[in-house]
């Protein structure tokens, strides 16, 4: 059988986008960096996971097994797409979130760094402005 998804656990993958530097978060590092998230709280870091679509034909039959085995919850029946849908997109905005906090700070640092810098350079300036727009742009605006 091939490996078809990749599952992590979206606190600690929130944890680590928090534990990264800024500009760091291509896909290996923040792989890299769960797993460090993971392994520091006693956890195995390369669980292996079983993916069922809920609109599988024998859903209920993997349903009853992890029922049996205590891992599933007490109404099954309510667990609905809907749900999944909001839990992912509470967990995306999460990741964002973290993301625009490192992009607010390294913007407040490139402001900072070229605040007095314009009389050597006017490249300088120009940054500077860039920087202190970026900064009172809206989220959502």
Do not use: C
Not at 51 to 77: C, F, Q, R, T
Not at 121 to 130: A, F, G, L, Q
């Amino acid at each position: 059988m091939r490996m078809s998804h990749i599952v992590l656990k979206a606190s600690d993958l929130t944890k680590a986008l928090e534990n990264l530097p800024k500009g760091n978060h291509d896909f290996n590092n923040i792989l890299s960096e769960y797993s460090k998230v993971r392994k520091d709280q006693g956890k195995l870091s390369d669980h292996r996971y079983i993916v069922v679509n809920m609109d599988e034909p024998y859903v209920n039959d993997v349903i009853a097994v992890l029922e049996k085995n205590g891992h599933w919850g007490e109404n099954p029946s309510e667990f609905t797409h809907a749900e999944i849908q909001t839990a992912l997109q509470e967990s995306y905005e999460d990741m964002l979130k973290v993301e625009i906090e490192h992009q607010q700070k390294a913007l407040e640092e490139i402001k900072e760094i070229t605040k007095g810098l314009a009389e050597f350079n006017s490249t300088y300036e120009k940054i500077h402005k860039i920087a202190s727009k970026g900064l009172v742009v809206k989220v959502g605006a």
